[in-house]
């Protein structure tokens, strides 16, 4: 059965969608808003795991492969979209979070990890081997060769799984397949300056050592299920800069495409461009847009902006504290966000809570956290909130629900903030007929 993303980029430039934007995401209230904006659109809605995320041990949310399939299938149900509406993928699956060790056992990590994602039901498969592992030079680049060599290795794995698969479900669609990597690790750049337009060497050169790889391995029929490559489009964004796309620095990059048509780009760090950006971005064949501290970041603005509306309503005893509680557990285990922020006490205070990085999504679950949350919602929801308070710090919310578009409850409001930043990547693979 042909997967729905190889048809869809397949056909991008007669459909009605020009590509798909890919929330890479774990946060369930944003998951839940992906699928009712692919509903109401009728879009295509990509949801990815991380390795760091989703593993066979249960990466940092708990959650193994199986587990993450069950929750979104849980929240496609909520919704009432179509399964077949719905495409799961992996991003980075390699030996990332097994890097402490060398080769031989960190690839058995990662053969095992690509396994269960595939039996799991994953079908958007990255396979990304650019990373070092303990027996590798500390000194000299990754060469091309050995990333192609691991990736093919692994994509035989996943071809095994496959057919495994089709034994207890026939109509699993085939993989679509993901390679390259040109964006910092999982998590976020810890310097922006780093970035540069991938060269389109390297490009067509990642491209045919994998197909000469895939080949030698005997999978190279799975080149014809490579959907797309990751490349730094000139696209970045640190605590509180954005580098917007600028289509004219990366038109050389965009033009190599032309040499391996269907294959797109897959634009990693897509967050905070502008819907305009976002639609040169997709036209100009970086038709895959990775989005996910951009979403995170919105929620966490909504919850902000509750948290404030709170404070004018409720006496302190009675508030949720929610961003204080925030802060507190983010001093309290540091490890998420120290590597990545830097600066003085102010500075580090500001960007905990502000930074387009949004090293706060990985609080969010945390038990006193949620529960700050969970409070700060019932608390809400037990008074009619007031117009004057919605504009003053939801404005944009304020005018939908002027306008009987909006329900004026907690939860309607904090899923309107993250649909209005979803509603950019919309724009941006809908074509306009």
């Excluded at 800069?241 to 269907?262: C, I, S």
């Amino acid at each position: 059965m042909e997967n729905r993303l190889i048809e869809l980029l397949k056909n991008r430039k007669t459909g009605d969608e020009m590509g798909v934007y890919s929330a890479c995401t774990a946060n369930e209230v944003v998951i839940k808003e992906v699928l009712i904006k692919a509903k109401e659109t009728n879009t295509t809605a990509v949801i990815e795991a991380t390795a760091n995320q989703v593993d066979q041990y249960g990466g940092y949310t708990g959650m193994k492969p199986k587990d993450f399939v069950n929750m979104v299938h849980k929240l496609a149900k909520e919704v009432d979209i179509e399964l077949s509406q719905v495409i799961l993928g992996g991003d980075h699956l390699g030996p990332l979070t097994f890097i402490k060790y060398e080769e031989a056992q960190a690839m058995e990590e990662a053969k095992t990890l690509v396994k269960e994602y595939v039996l799991a039901g994953f079908t958007k498969i990255h396979i990304d081997t650019s990373m070092r592992v303990a027996s590798d030079s500390t000194t000299e680049p990754l060469s091309t060769t050995v990333i192609a060599r691991r990736g093919a290795e692994l994509i035989q794995v996943t071809e095994q799984a496959y057919q495994e698969l089709l034994t207890t479900n026939p109509d699993a669609p085939q993989l679509a397949y993901i390679i390259g990597s040109e964006v910092p690790v999982p998590g976020g750049a810890t310097d922006v300056e780093e970035m540069q337009v991938t060269t389109v060497d390297d490009f067509i050169n990642t491209v045919n050592e994998f197909k000469a790889q895939l080949e030698s391995h005997g999978v190279g029929h799975v080149f014809n299920q490579v959907v797309g490559v990751v490349v730094q489009p000139g696209v970045e964004y640190g605590d509180e800069k954005v580098d917007f796309y600028n289509r004219e620095a990366a038109k050389e990059l965009t033009a190599a495409l032309t040499q391996f048509d269907p294959i797109v780009f897959e634009g990693h760090s897509s967050d905070y461009q502008s819907k305009y950006h976002l639609k040169q971005m997709v036209e100009d064949g970086i038709a895959i847009l990775k989005v996910g501290p951009g979403l995170t970041f919105a929620y966490r603005e909504a919850l902000f902006a509750l948290s404030y509306i709170e404070q004018q309503l409720f006496s302190e005893e009675k508030q949720s504290r929610f961003i204080e509680t925030l802060e507190k557990v983010m001093l309290e285990n540091p490890g998420s966000w120290q590597p990545y922020y830097h600066g003085t006490p102010e500075e580090l205070a500001t960007k905990r809570a502000f930074s387009f990085s949004d090293r706060a999504r990985y609080y969010l679950p945390q038990p006193a956290v949620d529960s700050a949350i969970k409070q700060l919602l019932d608390n809400l929801e037990s008074v009619d909130l007031p117009m004057n308070l919605i504009s003053q710090f939801l404005p944009v919310q304020y005018r939908k629900v002027n306008e009987g578009r909006l329900e004026k409850t907690p939860t309607a409001l904090i899923n309107d903030v993250i649909g209005v930043t979803l509603d950019d990547y919309i724009y941006a693979i809908k074509k306009v007929w």
